[in-house]
């Protein structure tokens, strides 16, 4: 059953937002964000009106994003949490040679109604980029960081931008749960002269009531979280996001809590075994990225089932951005092909 909420509809199927857009007056706008592996059923805002709307539905990137920073490149392994049929696998995009990006949330905005094509983050992530109001330096060294800093912050204002444009028709309330984000974009990357950073750019809609169940939608400036490098005399070791936001342990609590599922690791081959060690005793980055592979992708393998489709990835500080494990092709949805007439020519042929 079609996530995107109708006013006949009784049931729902969870992970995805569902909603309907005003067309020629002021509709209220349904939402579901039903999280069923993550937390208990949350309420759900019913739309009443009896005018027909424009359908909307996002589907979610959902599942666990896992990185371990080598001391020559970053390696980038992704878990769906397959939370309803249409969940994307949180792949990474590449953004540049040295930088990648992760969509987690609502990623994939479409109208099963008019069979529309709304957004694609995950896609469009590589050019989401806003325009600095004053010259980046160019220098070495410091100037480089701060290079750096700036760019990353016109990619978060570029994201920021896009996702206004696609909410800012939204006029029924949201329920959302206080400073939980719709959406995150993990970036990895290397930077000259520097070296590797993890940072989690997050977005959160903020909206006010205009007039009595009338309210106006936008995007929240983005809030920048720095994962690694770590604080000095802190452990170089793995960094785990997840979404929706889990209580579940992460895969390093489960190797520090001896998880049985994980034994093969500890008595595989000496250099497995090393490699688990290294990331438990926090000086991962001591490790070759050819040293930490096996027992990465070992260790994502386990905690996947095979419902859960993966993603393995590298930047290499010498190649840049590379597949290990490509995401799988996306299957195809009727609900974006546009109806036919009968005897209408075609390139197709029998």
């Known amino acids: 059953m079609r ?11 969870p992970g995805r937002l569902g909603f ?33 709307g424009e359908e909307v539905v996002a589907n979610l990137a959902a599942g666990r994003v896992i990185l371990l920073v080598t001391k020559d490149a970053i390696l980038i392994g992704t878990i769906e949490n397959p939370i309803e049929p249409q969940t994307h696998v949180p792949a990474p995009v590449q953004m540049s040679t040295m930088r990648a990006g992760t969509i987690l949330g609502a990623e994939d905005w479409f109208s099963p109604s008019s069979r529309r094509e709304i957004a694609r983050l995950d896609l469009e992530l590589p050019h989401l980029r806003a325009t600095p109001s004053a010259p980046i330096p160019t220098l070495a060294g410091a100037a480089t960081q701060e290079k750096d800093a700036v760019d990353l912050e016109m990619v978060g204002r570029g994201v920021r931008r896009r996702a206004t444009e696609i909410v800012q028709e939204l006029h029924g309330k949201v329920d959302l749960p206080p400073d939980e ?14 070296g590797p950073e993890i940072w989690q750019i997050s977005y959160e809609l903020q909206q006010e009531e205009q007039t009595p169940d009338y309210w106006t939608t936008s995007v929240s400036y983005p809030s920048y979280l720095q994962l690694y490098p770590p604080v000095k005399g802190q452990p170089h070791t793995l960094v785990e996001f997840s979404y929706p936001p889990s209580t579940t342990p992460t895969l390093l609590d489960m190797l520090r809590q001896n998880d049985p599922r994980f034994d093969p690791l500890r008595h595989s081959d000496d250099k497995t075994s090393e490699a688990l060690n290294a990331v438990l005793e926090g000086r991962a980055e001591k490790l070759s990225s050819a040293e930490a592979l096996p027992f990465f992708r070992a260790a994502l393998e386990i905690l996947a089932t095979p419902k859960n489709r993966i993603t393995l990835s590298e930047i290499s500080e010498l190649d840049g951005f590379n597949w290990i494990v490509p995401p799988p092709p996306e299957p195809k949805s009727n609900l974006r092909q546009p109806e036919r007439e009968a005897g209408a020519p075609s390139l197709l042929h029998p």
Do not use: C, K, W
Not at 31 to 43: D, E, G, H, I, M
Not at 181 to 194: G, H, K, M, S, T
């Open 181 to 194: 984000p719709f959406l995150e974009v993990i970036v990895a990357d290397y930077i000259p002269d520097y």
């Open 3 to 13: 996530a995107g909420l109708h006013e006949s509809s009784t049931s729902r199927s």
């Open 20 to 52: 309907r857009l005003a067309s020629n007056s002021l509709l209220a706008m349904a939402l579901l964000l039903v999280f069923l592996l993550f937390s208990p059923p949350r309420a759900v805002a019913q739309n009443t009106s009896e005018t027909p």
